[in-house]
């Protein structure tokens, strides 16, 4: 049955807006929540990087959202009726079946991540010297279009950068940016036209479907493909039935539909939006898929398995109908906008208005003492970690790239981004994370800076190893231990 109420919130007698959990909890993991001391021998031996810490260490793995979902006991009893044949498997067909009833679409095309479904489309879509234009990019999405010798511009307004900020609809294109870029350069320079749903890089922030109502007629009257990554699309479409005029009324089906049809194609992280792990892409024009197609078979897998396995395929189709459930697509939202608005109210710099994927501390306001030459996201992550067991992500200047001289190129923004895996936490495990991060904000002053022990020359945030300039951790601990006696 579908949800009834608009907002898919239940209403409290208090009157307070105390996000509910729609399912009950069946199978557990137990966690572990070290003490401090050992939590700062562990940050320590990880290189102050986040990405290092081994999960036994960790209390709440907020590190990101990706293939870290719990799934519906209605997914895992699928996984028991997989069809194991690597051609043909019945598996792909309800899969298919669930792609075409979900998204419209009628072709379809399986791939093992996101990622995958990236590579497949640069290689034949993108050509040397063509422009992707972009609400935002994604580190993978950019790296693949670059791959292919294209190069990504991304047509943000000027809302989508400002840590504080109501505007509903940040994700959205800068529409004037976009006719401007083809004048420019001419329709033909452009490979495609992508819109990120839940816009990752910038806070989870969705888009309109205004906007990509005017998107659309843009493409049209210029021929140009639009490619939508509906990795985020769960929540895009809450924000856009809870946020924009003329949707309330409308069910996620139509309103999901709706957006299909302003798309020429798109593709999906399964790790994301069905909770599983795998990919694909879909569309409704034969000529897209044709040239993809034969790809698949040559990077992923056969076309009715594309490198994931049957259990996943099953597990994806089940995941995908869960979509269309209100209850499902507002759970992770409304838990975000808690926490959000209870670091709002305390005065702790957080990015607003609250979006999907997780809550993302503003590193830059949290300890402006510590400059961006010594990483201030970085050494947030490492301090929430220290105090709490709670792994987040730096999204700042350790996540940024070295000029041709060797010179940092300073992030627009230092973000510590808080994940939060759909359905995983409840409310009090927030609200741990919370007390202990206020706790942090009336310290901060005792958090420093970090410098590189070790750099790799790509993607230094993923294996890159740091250190706490004038050994600040220990101070962190001794004022825990002060103010938290012997408690964990
Ligand atoms: N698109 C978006 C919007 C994503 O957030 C991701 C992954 C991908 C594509 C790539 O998908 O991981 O299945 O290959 N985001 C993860 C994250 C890694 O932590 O935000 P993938």
């Known amino acids: 049955m579908e949800n009834t109420q608009k907002d898919g919130k239940v209403r409290f007698f208090s009157g307070k807006e105390i996000p509910l959990e729609m399912h009950k ?32 260490d960790v209390f709440l793995d907020m ?13 895992v009893a699928a996984m028991m009726v997989a069809d194991d044949s690597y051609a043909g498997s019945f598996s792909y067909t309800k899969l298919e079946k669930a792609v075409a009833d979900v998204f419209n679409q009628k072709y379809f095309l399986p791939v093992h991540q996101g990622r995958a479904a990236e590579h497949i489309i640069s290689q034949a879509f993108v050509t040397k010297g063509k422009i992707v234009a972009t609400n935002y990019h994604f580190t993978t999405t950019k790296a ?3 791959l292919a010798g294209g190069k990504v511009v991304e047509i943000y307004t000027d809302e989508a950068l400002k840590i504080k900020s109501d505007h509903p609809f940040k994700g959205n294109m800068d529409t004037k940016k976009l006719e401007d870029l083809i004048n420019s350069n001419g329709a033909s320079s452009i490979a495609f036209i992508r819109f990120e749903a839940g816009t990752n890089l910038i806070g989870g922030q969705p888009f309109s479907m205004q906007n990509m109502k005017d998107v659309w007629k843009i493409s049209r009257r210029h021929n140009i493909k639009v490619l939508m990554d509906i990795s985020l699309i769960n929540e895009n479409l809450y924000f856009i039935k809870t946020r924009e005029k003329g949707y309330g009324d409308k069910s996620i089906r139509e309103i999901l539909h709706e957006m299909m049809s302003y798309t020429d194609f798109a593709y999906f992280s399964g790790r994301k ?20 197609r034969d790809l698949v078979p040559l990077f992923e897998g056969f076309l009715t398995y594309g ?22 697509i507002s759970h992770s939202p409304q838990f975000i906008k808690y926490a959000v608005d209870a670091f709002v109210e305390k005065g702790i710099p957080v990015v607003t208005p609250a979006g999907g994927l997780g809550c993302h501390l503003d590193a830059g306001g949290f300890i402006p003492h ?10 947030l992550a490492a301090a929430v970690y220290i105090i709490s067991g709670v792994r987040g992500m730096e999204r700042g200047t350790i996540s940024s790239v070295r000029d041709e001289n060797g010179n940092d190129i300073p992030a627009d923004v230092e973000l510590l981004r808080l994940a939060f895996p759909r359905r995983v936490f409840t409310l009090s495990q927030v609200k741990y994370m919370e007390d202990r991060v206020t706790w942090l904000y009336k310290n901060r002053e005792l958090v420093g800076g970090l410098e590189w022990v070790e750099e790799p020359p790509v993607l230094r945030f993923f294996v890159g190893k740091l250190k706490a300039k004038a050994n600040w951790p220990e101070k962190l601990v001794k004022q825990f231990r002060k103010d938290f006696g012997d408690s964990l």
């Open 25 to 56: 909890v069946r199978v557990v993991q137990k966690l572990n929540l070290l003490p401090i001391e050992e939590r700062k021998k562990a940050i320590e031996e990880a290189g102050f990087n986040t990405f290092l810490l081994q999960n036994k």
């Open 63 to 75: 590190l990101t959202d990706s293939g870290t979902n719990a799934m519906s006991d209605n997914q």
């Open 144 to 146: 693949h279009i670059e």
């Open 273 to 292: 939006v069905s909770c599983t792990r795998g990919g694909g892409i879909c569309t409704n024009d034969k000529a897209i898929y044709m040239q993809m």
């Open 307 to 328: 490198g994931m396995s049957v259990r996943e395929i099953e597990a994806m189709a089940v995941g995908l109908y869960e979509t269309l459930d209100m209850n499902v």
């Open 370 to 379: 510590v400059p961006q030459t010594e990483y201030p996201a970085g050494a």
